[in-house]
């Protein structure tokens, strides 16, 4: 969608709004699904910084249990984890029966910000790209339904989001200086993205690319189409029914004034309001 001068028009919020819920239904019997049948589901997230990963992921799972739906975001491996093999400490949050783990940066920041930032040595990236496919296959061999899902923005969006951040002190925190070197290694950035596109865009494990300049629409495209690709059903919900409140018995409630209680400060707000 665009404007006559070219720019990109947003989904309306109305529309937005409606259709994210409708999905946010489906993914609720998503996973009940994948809970009954005991299936285990991984979603890998990347793409630049200021992507938009991060509110996909979000409206992915707020409605979910985060008993069976939970998100990996490793930090900096250790000193100690640099030494295992390097999918090692992806393994251990991959699901286990019943479990949907979504991946917020994963196995492939080898691909991406260590071998653009020289935090991997060149023979370390050539191992990665080589034994990937293979983790990979194995993975889905296994059972395992894994999806891969690139966001993709522009440079003058990314630029603008930066500029966002920067101003916004509850965001402020999401600007590193990682993110601003992204911004003078644009071109290193893409190579390596085609790159790994080229080794790790495996039929068994497709890379389903995210247009993401308009955040709204990204996040509905890429939960129907995550959707669309899981052969999920309605899993019959248990008839519930609330018991009866049993009659009392003669307690009552200790004095409000022998408990420290938190000061009433939405009642400061609306005396305020009304002043």
Not at 82 to 102: D, K, N, S
Not at 203 to 225: C, F, G, L, Q, T
């Given at each position: 969608m665009a404007d006559s001068d070219n720019r990109p028009r947003r989904l309306p919020r109305p529309v937005y709004e409606r259709e994210l819920l409708r999905l946010q239904v489906e993914l609720v019997k998503l996973q009940e699904w994948v809970r009954a049948e005991g299936r285990r589901v991984v979603v890998v997230f990347e793409g630049r910084d200021a992507a938009g990963k991060g509110s996909a992921i979000k409206r992915v799972t707020e409605r979910l249990n985060p008993r069976v739906a939970r998100i990996a975001a490793l930090p900096v491996p250790t000193e100690r984890e640099r030494t295992q093999w390097y999918f090692q400490r992806y393994v251990a949050h991959l699901p286990a029966a019943g479990e949907i783990v979504l991946f917020d940066r994963s196995w492939y920041n080898r691909a991406g910000v260590e071998h653009v930032m020289g935090f991997c040595t060149e023979g370390e990236y050539r191992r990665f790209l080589a034994q990937c496919p293979v983790f990979e296959r194995l993975?889905?061999?296994?059972?395992?339904?894994?999806?891969?899902?690139?966001?993709?923005?522009?440079?003058?969006?990314?630029?603008?989001?930066?500029?966002?951040?920067?101003?916004?002190?509850?965001?402020?925190?999401?600007?590193?200086?990682?993110?601003?070197?992204?911004?003078?290694?644009?071109?290193?950035?893409?190579?390596?993205?085609?790159?790994?596109?080229?080794?790790?865009?495996?039929?068994?494990?497709?890379?389903?690319?995210?247009?993401?300049?308009?955040?709204?629409?990204?996040?509905?495209?890429?939960?129907?189409?995550?959707?669309?690709?899981?052969?999920?059903?309605?899993?019959?919900?248990?008839?519930?029914?609330?018991?009866?409140?049993?009659?009392?018995?003669?307690?009552?409630?200790?004095?409000?004034?022998?408990?420290?209680?938190?000061?009433?400060?939405?009642?400061?707000?609306?005396?305020?309001?009304?002043?």
């Amino acid at each position: 969608m665009a404007d006559s001068d070219n720019r990109p028009r947003r989904l309306p919020r109305p529309v937005y709004e409606r259709e994210l819920l409708r999905l946010q239904v489906e993914l609720v019997k998503l996973q009940e699904w994948v809970r009954a049948e005991g299936r285990r589901v991984v979603v890998v997230f990347e793409g630049r910084d200021a992507a938009g990963k991060g509110s996909a992921i979000k409206r992915v799972t707020e409605r979910l249990n985060p008993r069976v739906a939970r998100i990996a975001a490793l930090p900096v491996p250790t000193e100690r984890e640099r030494t295992q093999w390097y999918f090692q400490r992806y393994v251990a949050h991959l699901p286990a029966a019943g479990e949907i783990v979504l991946f917020d940066r994963s196995w492939y920041n080898r691909a991406g910000v260590e071998h653009v930032m020289g935090f991997c040595t060149e023979g370390e990236y050539r191992r990665f790209l080589a034994q990937c496919p293979v983790f990979e296959r194995l993975l889905v061999e296994d059972g395992i339904l894994l999806r891969k899902y690139w966001f993709s923005v522009s440079d003058t969006v990314q630029e603008q989001r930066f500029r966002n951040r920067l101003e916004d002190p509850t965001r402020r925190w999401k600007l590193s200086a990682m993110d601003l070197e992204s911004i003078t290694r644009w071109e290193a950035y893409s190579r390596a993205k085609d790159e790994m596109f080229t080794h790790t865009d495996l039929p068994e494990a497709p890379w389903y690319v995210v247009e993401s300049d308009d955040k709204r629409a990204a996040r509905v495209n890429m939960i129907a189409h995550l959707l669309s690709t899981v052969p999920y059903h309605d899993v019959p919900e248990p008839t519930v029914e609330l018991p009866p409140r049993p009659p009392s018995t003669g307690y009552r409630r200790p004095p409000r004034d022998r408990q420290t209680r938190v000061p009433d400060h939405a009642a400061d707000l609306v005396r305020e309001e009304e002043k």
